[in-house]
């Protein structure tokens, strides 16, 4: 081997790890997979139908085998015809005579090879079960782990990753403009990916859309841990959004909709703490990554977890049909939705290099805002629509909606433009940064507890009213601000901002379902985490370019005071319009009906027209 060889497996030895260890898990994904559909007779040891035996009879055999297992049924011999069969009506003994002698009479005349193959009696059909048993199939913790575990890694990443962006920024030689296009492009493909899922999820059975999005997953983060340009590590960020936006719509719903109302508060609090606890952690851990130039590492390790996963899904998930694989394909919705989420995106990932005056980020913005309101548009007046745009059109749907969208939006971007003050304004490293935010963890393990308590009670929109008001108060305390008695405010500010987050966005999502019919809560949630993600990545870039312009260039605190108080307005300003919106719908706090709504009976809460306080006094009139 020459200097030249050893040199390049000393430098790339991790990326050749990684290659190994994930190519190894993803081929024992595979093993066991077709162990547990192994049918009779399969390579895998099953219970199958006993070999035949050689020579001509094993030809007969497989011939009979063939047409047994192929589920085609022996047409019934046709009734003999000619001169024993009389046409009239014979005694019953006489009857029996002729049949008897007919039968005598075809069984002489028979075939030599048709006697042989019927020496043997056919096997009756046996249902195929696996060689090897799915044992965690129908387990409730380890079915809500997978579902949890599958979703959460790339949440992690969109915190944590603007802390070691610069260490990305100079190991695969990308501008800061380009990793800010390819952070967007990642957040739209989950978008997309989600919006998609919602579709698929009715023509293909969850068992194999779940290992197709989640080996997806393990590749792009494979991708992007090996990546020495630009190119290969935008295929992995935006390959692993897609993958993670597709199993929200086939990990999660299942595990709703497949379990007793009685495990439906405990699922709620499990998803808040993995999905907020993984937002939450997002800061600590990049500040770890940075301070260890360890974001190869870091990519490797979600997507090994990926890709053990998979082996823990291919234990655990059931083979069900899909419940309408015959449905319509919307290409209308898929290219508008598409459309709709990568142009806004990719606008916002231009505003870092180009501002708000230039083409690049005005033009590809208008055209996909105008996408996505054409998008609802046709979609509500589709008879067979990919989104239920027009049965979300009630009070709840609309306020959950919008409060998922606020609440997600304005924690993101007071996250980022706090991280952005303690590096930038107050020097402070990227792991002293991500430490202050230690109680974001400790406020959303709060609120989901609190959250699956009240599940079953009136007062889910007091619940999203006090986060809300946290957001409001986190808000407030961060417009005090200063590099002297930063860090004090930011752990407060930190708490509230966790309380906030962990009462408003899944709490919305929620409230956006309940007036619609269980059984399409995928693509309800896909239609609400599309609205979700273009609100989270346009108002935080915009907010951080707003500080970056009113600071003249390099971020002061009078800069990062201004894009904190236009946060603050705009949270205060859509909690009033939730609130009255509320209001106009004229019923009292709704009371969630579970169980019918899991039984398909019915909705759990009314789906109150919009403004019906408004449509009453207009009939009234």
Partial sequence: MSRHDKSFLRRN??????????????????????????????????????????????????????????????????????????????????????????????????????????EEPEPAPERARPAIPRPFEGNYPISLFNAIIALSPFIVVTTAYALFTEQVSHDVQASRTALSIVAGLSTAGYAWGAFLGGDLVQRFRQRRL???????????????????????????????????GGLLVAALPPVIQKYPAAKLPITVIAVNIGFFGAVCIGPLLGGWVEAGHAWRWFYGALGALGALNLILAVLTLPDQEPFNPGTRFDYPGLLLGFAAVVLPFWASGELIGHGFASARFAAPLAVGLTCFVVLMLVEYHQKEPLSPVKKMCNTPSIVGTLVAMIGGGVFVAFLELAERFHMQVAHQTPLQTGILFWPLAVAVLITAVLFGTILRTRFIPILILGGMLCLIGAGGMFMGLTPQRGNALTLGAAGLLGLGAGATVSPGLYLAGFPLPSQIIGRVFALVELVRSLADYIIAPVMAEIARTSSGGKLVTHGVHMAFGITLWLTIACTVIGMVLFLLGRRPLPRPDLEKWLANKGPAIEPVPLLAALRGKKAAT
């Fill in 13 to 118: 030895a991790p990326l050749l790890t990684f290659a190994g260890v994930f190519l190894g898990l993803l081929t024992l994904a595979t093993q066991l997979d077709d162990a547990c559909r192994a049918g009779p007779g399969g390579p895998s040891g099953g219970n199958g139908p006993p070999p035949g035996p050689s020579g001509r009879k094993a030809r007969l055999y497989g011939r009979r085998r063939t047409r047994l297992y192929s589920h085609t049924a022996r047409k019934p011999a046709a009734p003999p015809t000619g001169p024993e069969q009389p046409l009239t009506p014979q005694p019953p003994d006489a009857a029996a005579g002729l049949v008897s002698h007919g039968s005598a009479a075809r069984r002489e005349a028979k075939d030599p090879q048709q006697e042989e193959e019927e």
């Fill in 210 to 244: 779940f290992f197709l999005m989640q080996a997806l997953f393990a590749v792009g983060c494979l991708l992007s841990a090996v990546a020495h340009d630009a190119p290969l590590y935008a295929a992995g960020r935006v390959l692993a959004g897609f993958a993670t």
